[in-house]
Each structure stands twice: as C-alpha cells, then as structure tokens.
C-alpha cells in the first residue's frame, strides 16, 4: 500500500497538535509558576481524553495495511493496538513527562515530622513498585504479543520493529523515572531514603509469594526484580542527596540498558522455549513442502506416460518399474528419499518382514492409506502420519485392463536416515505453498524406540538413549554441553528432541552492549544540544574533560574504522571462498563429462536425454546443477530442466558470459545472475572433446548458503560489538587516570591559590619533574615568595593607614562633643568670678550638660572599641527562615509599619554561618528600613526569600525615601551615615559580618520610593 497525502496528513496533525499543546502549557507553566500542578495535571488530562478519542475513533483505523499499525506485527489491547499505536502512546506519556519534569514545582507544603515521613516515603514506594510490575508487563506483552524478533545475538535478523520496540520501552521507562524523579526531589525534606528503600523491599519480596502472572522461573523473577528495586534505590539518593547532573544521569542510562537487555532476553528465551512445543510438534509430523509440490508432477507424467500405459496393457512389471523409477529420478528433489514402487494385482499378497507375514497386497497398502493417510490435493498421494521418525509418502496409481481387472501401482518414498541438503530452491515452489522453516536454527534429532531415526545440526547425539533418558513426560527440556534440548514424546514408541545453544547469558551481555550504546549516543547527542543552547560549552571544558573525551573519539573512531575493514574483507573473503568453490566444482565436473562424452565430436539435441540424465547424477554426486548450452549458447541440456519449462530462466547463456568466452576467448567466466530477486554465482567455461575441439558450454550455478554467510557476519559483529564495549570502558579507566595524573599538580596549583590568604604566608608546591608542569610550579613558587614579600609591605602599609584614619575618625568624633564641653567651663568659670546670684542653677546646668557629653564620648568609644572587636564568626547549621520570622517578629507591633514575609524556596533553608551576627544583619538592616520611612507615609516592609542554584537570595525592601545617588557609594563606608544621630558604622558592620560569613550584600534604590538591599548567601544541605 502506497503512503497517501492523507495518511501523511493525520500523522503531521497528531505532531503539531503535540508541539503545539506543549507550547500552549509551557506558556501557561511561565506565566503561572505558582499552578504548575494544576496545569500539569490539565495537561495529562488532555493528552489522556485526546487519546482515548483517537483510539474510539479509529483515527489510523486506514493505517492498518502498513506493517507498523497491523494488528498481525503487534497487538494487546484497546490502548496498545498495534505497534504505530503503542509509539503514539510512549511519545503522549514522554510528552507529559518531559513538561513535568521541566515545570512541576507545588507551591504546598508538607508539614515536617516523623509521621508524614513515613506516609509520605512509603506511597512513593508502593508508586514505584507499581511502576516496575508495570514496565515489566509492557516488556512482556511487546515480546509476546508480536512477531518482532528481540534476540539481539543475530543483530542481521533485527529490523526497524525491533528499534522502535526498544525506542517505545525506554521512552516510557524514561519517562517515569523522569515523574519520580521530580516529585521525590521537590519533597525531599519528607522523603526517607531508609523507609522508602525498607517499604520497597517488602513489596518486592511479597511480589514473589504473589501469583506469578508472567510465569516466570524463580531466578528471572529475582534478576529482574533486583535490577528494578536497584534503579529505584539509586533515583532515590540522587533525589535526597544530590543534584541530577551528567554522570548520574549515566549511571541511570547505564542501569536502564541493563533492565531493558534483561527484560528482553528472558521473555524471549521463554517465548522461544514455549514455541519448541510446536516445532517439535510439527517435527514430529513432519511434511516435506517441496517433495508434495514435485509429487502432484509426478503424480500427472506417470498417469500421461503413453510409455507407461503400455507396459501395463502388456503386465510388463519389470518395465513398470523402471518407467516408474525413471520418472522419480527425473526429479533430483526425490534424491534425499528411499523410494520404491511395487505392483499389485488381484489376489496378489505380500510378505511382510521381519516377521514373514503374508498379507493381501490391496489391503495392506489401503489400510495404511486409510490409517495414516492425509491426501494431497491435485493427486493420488497420501502423507502417512504414522510417526515412524521419517517423512512418509505413499502414492496409488491405479489402472484397468481389458480384461476389467486392475493393476495398482503403489509408490512408497520414505526420507532416508541422516539425511540432510540444501534442498530445492524455494523459487520452484508455489508460493501458496511455501511455509515458513520454523526448525531451521535448531539441531533435532527422532527416536524410535529408543533408537535414531534421523538427525540435523552441529550437536552429536547419541544413537541410543540411554534408560534413564526414557522419560515418559509429553513435554520437558534441560540444559546439556551449553545446548537447551527440548523433548517431545508424541507417544510410547517415538522422541523428539530439539537442540538450540545456550545463549542466555552472551545474548543479555549482547542486548545490554548495544542498548548501551544506542542510548549513550542517543543521550550525549540531547546533553549536547541542551549545553550549546545554554552556552556552557562556549565558557570551556575542563582539560581533564577534554583528554578523556580525546581518549574515547579517538578509540571509537578506530574501532569503528576497523570494524568496517573487517567486515569489507570477511565479505570479500567469503566471496572469494565462493568462487574457488564453484572452480573446483567446475573443474570435477568437467573431467567426469570428459570421460562420458570427450569422444563426441559435437552435441545435438538428440542427445538432451542421454545428456540430462547424465548431468542429474553428476548433480547428485556434485550436489550442484550443471547446464550445457551449443555453440550458440542456447541450452541443450540440464540437471533442473524445471527452471526452464516454468520460465523462470531463459533458454539463453548469458550475454556477458557468451561475449567473454566467445569473443574475448576467456577461460572461466564466474559472473553473478538473480533469478526472482535471488542472486547467485555462475560459472562458465568451454567443454571440449579429446580432440581439444570445442563442443558445448558448461555452466554451473551456485546458490551459496546466505543464511550461514549472515550467522558469520553477526557473530562478528556481535565478538566486534562485546570487544567494542570493553575497549571503551578501559579508554574511560585509562583516559580518567591519565588525566588525573596530568592535571593533578595543576589542581595542587588551583587549590593552594583557592587556599591562598593574604594575611598568612602561601604553601610552596613539591614537585621534582622537570618538565612543562615542573617549570610552572617553579614560577608559582618564585610567585607566593614575591607575593609573600609584597603582603608584608602591603599590610604594613595598610595598618598605618587604617590608624591614621581612625586616628582622624576618633579626633573628629570627640572635637565634636568636647567644643561645648569647653565652653560650658568657661561659662561657668565667668558665672563664678562675677558671684552671680544663680549660680547653683549654673553649677547645676553646666553639670547636666558635662554628663550628656560625657556620655556621648563614652558612647563613641563603645562604638569604636566594638568595630575594632569584631568577634570572630561561630559558624554552625542553621535555619534562615527561623533567624527572619523571629527577626520581624520583634518589629511586627510597630506603629505604621506593615511587615510581608515570603520564602520562595524547595529546600530546608539551612545556611553554614554565625547565628547571632545573622540576626544582627537582619536586626539592622529592618531598623534602618523603619527608620528610612517618613511620618507622613504608611510604612511597608518585605522580606523575600528566593533560591536559585544552591544560593539563598534575601530581599529587605523598604518604602522609604532612598538613598540620593551621591551617597549610595558611600553607603558601606565606616564613618558614613545618613541620619543625625549614630556613627555610621551599622551597614559597615553589616557588610563585614556577611563577608566573614561567606555572604554579600548589593543594594537598588529609587530616591522617594524606597530601598532593596539583597544579601546572596550559599544553602547548605545537611547530611
């Protein structure tokens, strides 16, 4: 069926309906981020009610004609129809989880405590064991459900199915991780990685003591169970403990490669093994395709033989049986068969061996056909299904004479013991009649009696069964000399066995390698594309990165680059292999021909009989056809004359062929031919008589064993594939410690400068190499000695020049309240000499006055003694949202002033740091808020507390009158200050304490409407 513009149409709908669906809520998640849950959960209901009307209304009910959405590739249910429509679905669920992940941020809050914990902690782990039952019933419906082959160890019998397949299996398993991961990690302050880890192993554990649904064995139930439970333990602590970056993300891919690899393997192992039951069936009545379409043939010469019909008239047996015998022979597909023909008339009877009994010979022939006989449409001859071990044919060819008496002719074929060809080419056959060879990869063997009847395959078995292998059960298989035998006894007398290599553990190491691989590229290629839209790979990569990432290109551009000449020269190996066959073939027929007809002069067409008997026991002894054409290259002779009379080949050597012998007078010509798209070789070469004369063309087709050329290639590719994986592994080992031990005196180097204090001497760095790194040591080290030096002279200088400025500070700061001191003295010194009456009124006011001024120089010099203090930070674990809610709650009563607090953050709020200068800054820096607000406005504080990328962003704003543009560079300075009363040291002290306290302080004020001061200070998760 041809792909439609319509068909076209509705797939291009169902993307840009899912584009723009995706553009529509991500608007909507941006807009509003304090709903991400709601529109998060309007979007899974809209993908769901979208395709649940798709499916009811058979949208791609025309697509059913292509492979991908028949029900005959794949089919399980309503939801999963077919393959195309289970591929809809992994790309609607990856869809939403990929929005999820991105925008799912709940602004609720779970109360902290032991108890939602635990409810907490194990519904996420009865979520996630449901989750796993769930993925390993979907790997279990794809594999038995469809005709998709998954047995990654022949990677030549994969096709597109099995990569969409995989690619629908790891999109939804992705996609859940994806949904946990982020709904673990937005929780995380009430998930317990003990319980949940705890209630997820029960689950796990009573899985097994559950009805087995899947009918799995003991040992793949533990497997894959384990595989699960240890993908959810590790997307567990990653969302405790750790922010999802690339190597954990690795580890993931690495784990959901080996769950995918392992899923696969066992389910198909199992569904192989479920299947010997009807091969062996089948084996057991057996019946040979090609023989049943030759004996219809057969069956109309021999009722047409004018030949044959006289012999009877004259009960010429002897001659019956050898037209009968000719016309058999005649067909080379009855080779691999014992045949005999036996004639019987009236009355006549048969001795029966071993036991010499004597039997009517009409009757015992029709009671076998009667007994076992299933008749071929279009002849007389019956299939017996006695169950004798071998593929019985029997055939009745009955005759009247003048007399009215009648002679039947019974044809017997019975498959010879151990036999085993390559078998008619299929081409010959009807197609209606062709089957698929479903024992083809195995080795088999049939018993009777005890004893072996006939056998195919690599495995040697045993031509007596021993007693104890005379087992009575129908079906029952065991593992013997790495072969899986599969044994059917269709009754007492006779025994099926069916032999395949054990390759659990090579295919799983096999499906596990290119799993690996697949996603690994599949994944560097998104984290790539995600990095260069970011613009993180246009800041630069580490230079151990960068010799890690050299080690592996290079390693797999080799590989690759050998894998392909390694593959082009097996190829040309095989082929070569082919031609020197076909050589010797040519040349061994050639002289036997010699032999037969090297004394004719010429060959005509009056001997095509003679000629085409000889070749069908040349192609017997050769096991190849052989053709003759004349000397005008038209055939004159052939061992499958059948080609011919069915046209499915010309009558006409080929024209390269007859040019290259003819008229460039070459020797052998081996060129390629195809017959109804079957290619093969061909060889041709002069026959000549003993008088070097030349009489006729040879011609010898070879139809080589593509299937054993495939295994060749495949297992190549897959010895290549393992060797492949392993290399890359150790290029990452090898490439990881080269470049720690290239970069490590330059990560030395980078934490001593880190390390490096002014106020302390610098460590010198040891390294006796004298190489590049040695010579940049050497520098560092003349450096922190030239540093060291110039931070003495450095700090010298800045010690005087901070006494000279608090020198300047404290005289300016005393002048101020010892100027009215003075000339309170001096006034009472005047009141004194002049005896004025109101004198102890003077005494008294000058005293008042002496005491506030003392007082104030008293207060000066507590302000300077306590900044020169500066008591050193006692850091410890803390909690910023407690230090602010107690910090505005001591303000919270005060007249005019309305106080907001929001904390914006998924996290804890812990900080590293002194509580009590925290508590300091934040007491300041609302004061100086208040105070900043006029009498005449309503005053409003906020404090914002957000998080972005592990830092805590503080936000005090105030509705004051700002800070004038030209003091706001002032503003940290310790002698500044805005108001009429203080020294000027808050901010100062504030700046400082945050500094020590690995914070920093920046502000944005607007003159008349207020200030923002944001202090940015690292989280810390505690352990």
Wanted: proline residues 2%; hydrophobic residues 45%; neutral net charge.
């Amino acid at each position: 069926m041809k792909f439609n513009f319509g068909h076209f149409l509705k797939l291009f709908n169902v993307f840009i309906g899912i584009i723009l669906t995706m553009l529509l809520f991500t608007y909507f998640a941006q807009k509003k981020p304090k709903y991400t849950s709601l529109i998060s959960l309007g979007l899974f209901i809209f993908l769901f009610i979208s395709r649940y009307l798709m499916l009811k209304q058979a949208v791609f009910s025309g697509f059913t004609e292509f492979e991908l959405f028949s029900p005959i590739l794949f089919a399980e249910s309503f939801w999963m129809p077919s393959l195309g429509e289970h591929l809809i679905n992994a790309l609607f669920f990856l869809t939403f989880a990929i929005f999820f992940f991105a925008f799912f941020k709940p602004k609720v809050k779970i109360e902290k405590g032991k108890f939602p914990k635990i409810i907490f902690s194990l519904t996420m782990a009865f979520l996630m064991f449901l989750i796993s039952r769930y993925i390993s019933k979907l790997f279990y419906g794809l594999v038995w459900n469809s005709s998709i082959s998954f047995g990654f160890e022949n990677i030549l019998n994969l096709d597109i199915y099995s990569f969409l397949g995989t690619i629908i299996i790891v999109s939804i398993v992705t996609g859940f991780l994806m949904i946990i991961y982020r709904i673990m990690r937005n929780f995380n302050e009430v998930l317990s990685f003990a319980i949940t880890s705890i209630g997820l192993l029960v689950l796990f554990i009573y899985a097994f003591f559950e009805k087995n649904t899947l009918e799995l064995s003991i040992e793949t139930l533990v497997i894959l169970n384990s595989l699960l439970f240890f993908l959810w333990l590790v997307l567990i602590y990653i969302s405790i403990k750790k922010e999802l970056n690339y190597f954990l993300s690795v580890l993931l891919l690495l784990l959901v490669s080996l769950i995918t690899s392992e899923h696969f393997s066992r389910f198909t192992n199992q569904k192989e093994i479920d299947a010997y039951k009807v091969i062996t069936y089948n084996l057991a009545a057996e019946r040979d395709v090609g023989a049943e379409f030759f004996l219809k043939q057969t069956y109309n010469e021999i009722k047409s033989s004018e030949a044959l019909n006289n012999a009877v008239l004259k009960r010429d047996f002897l001659q019956i049986q050898t037209i009968v015998n000719k016309i058999l022979l005649s067909k080379r597909y009855f080779n691999k068969y014992e045949t005999q023909a036996t004639i019987c008339q009236c009355e006549d009877s048969l001795l029966i061996e071993p036991d010499f009994i004597n039997v009517e010979c009409f009757e015992f022939f029709r009671d076998q056909i009667y007994e076992y006989g299933i008749i071929i449409p279009g002849s007389n001859f019956y299939f017996l299904d006695n169950h004798n071990g071998r593929i019985s044919y029997l055939g009745e060819v009955s005759s009247m004479l003048l007399d009215s008496t009648f002679i039947n002719i019974y044809i017997e074929l019975n498959s010879k013991i151990f036999s085993e060809g390559l078998g008619y080419p299929e081409l010959l056959l009807d197609k209606k009649l062709s089957v698929k060879k479903t024992s083809r990869d195995y080795n088999y063997a049939k018993y009777n009696k005890g004893h072996l009847i006939s056998s195919k395959g690599d495995y040697k078995y045993r031509f007596a069964l021993k007693p104890q292998e005379k087992d009575t059960a129908e079906y029952s298989y065991y593992v013997k000399d790495g072969y899986i035998h599969f044994k059917y006894r269709p009754d007492d007398e006779n025994l099926i066995i069916l032999s395949k290599p054990d390759t659990q553990y090579s295919s799983e190491l096999v499906s596990f390698t290119y799993i690996l691989f697949f996603l690994f590229v599949f994944f560097n290629i998104f984290w790539l594309g995600i990095n260069i839209r970011k613009g993180y790979l246009t800041k630069g990569t580490s230079l151990k990165t960068k010799i890690q990432i050299s080690f592996i290109t290079i390693l797999i551009l080799s590989l690759i680059l050998t894998g392909t000449i390694s593959i082009y020269f097996i190829v040309q190996g095989y082929k070569d292999k082919q031609k020197e066959t076909v050589q010797d073939k040519v040349h061994s027929v050639l002289v036997e021909l010699e032999q037969n007809v090297g004394t004719e002069q010429e060959l005509n067409y009056e001997d095509s009989e003679y000629l085409n008997s000889l070749l069908v026991r040349y192609s017997n002894v050769f096991y190849t056809d052989i053709n003759i054409y004349d000397l005008d290259g038209i055939l004159l002779s052939s061992s499958r004359i059948e080609l011919y009379d069915k046209g499915l080949k010309g009558r006409y050597m080929d024209s390269k062929a007859y040019k290259d012998l003819i008229v460039n007078k070459a020797g052998t010509i081996i060129i390629s031919e195809e017959i109804d798209n079957i290619t093969y070789l061909s060889a041709y070469v002069h026959f000549r008589n003993y008088d070097n004369e030349v009489i006729a063309y040879l011609n010898l087709p070879y139809f080589a064993r593509q299937s054993e050329f495939k295994e060749e290639i495949s297992n190549f590719v897959i010895a290549f594939s393992n060797v492949f994986l392993a290399l890359i592994l150790i290029a990452v080992l090898i490439g990881i410690f080269i470049s720690r031990q290239l970069t490590r005196p330059l990560v030395v180097i980078q934490d001593k400068i880190r390390s490096m204090d002014i106020k302390k001497k610098a460590e010198k760095i040891t390294y006796n190499k004298n190489d590049e790194l040695g010579g940049l040591i050497r520098e560092y080290n003349r450096k922190v000695d030239e540093l060291s030096e110039s931070a003495n002279k450095l700090a010298q200088s800045e010690r005087e020049m901070a006494w000279r400025e608090m020198a300047k500070q404290i005289a300016h700061e005393i002048k101020n309240p010892l100027t009215p001191m003075k000339l309170s003295v001096q006034y009472l010194e005047r009141a004194y000499d002049k005896k004025d009456e109101k004198w102890e009124e003077t005494y008294r006011k000058v005293s008042k006055n002496l005491i506030e001024q003392i007082d104030i120089l008293s207060g000066i010099a507590s302000e300077f003694s306590n900044f020169a203090k500066m008591p050193a930070s006692k850091k410890e674990i803390v909690n910023l949202k407690d230090i602010i809610n107690n910090t505005v709650g001591l303000y919270e009563n005060s007249e005019d002033v309305e106080f907001k607090t929001k904390f914006d953050i998924s996290t804890a709020g812990f900080i590293y740091a002194d509580k009590e200068q925290m508590v300091r800054v934040f007491t300041n820096l609302i004061k100086n808020g208040i105070q900043a607000i006029p009498d005449n406005r309503q005053g409003k504080i906020k404090v914002l507390v957000e998080e972005q990328e592990n830092i805590y962003f503080v936000k005090i704003i105030d509705n004051g009158t700002g800070i004038p543009e030209a003091m706001q560079r002032k503003i940290f300075q310790p002698n500044f200050t805005t108001k009429s009363s203080g020294m000027g040291l808050g901010l100062s002290m504030v700046k400082s304490m945050l500094i020590s306290n690995n914070a920093t302080i920046r502000f944005n004020t607007k003159e008349d409407v207020g200030t923002e001061f944001i202090i940015e200070i690292p989280s810390h998760l505690p352990e």
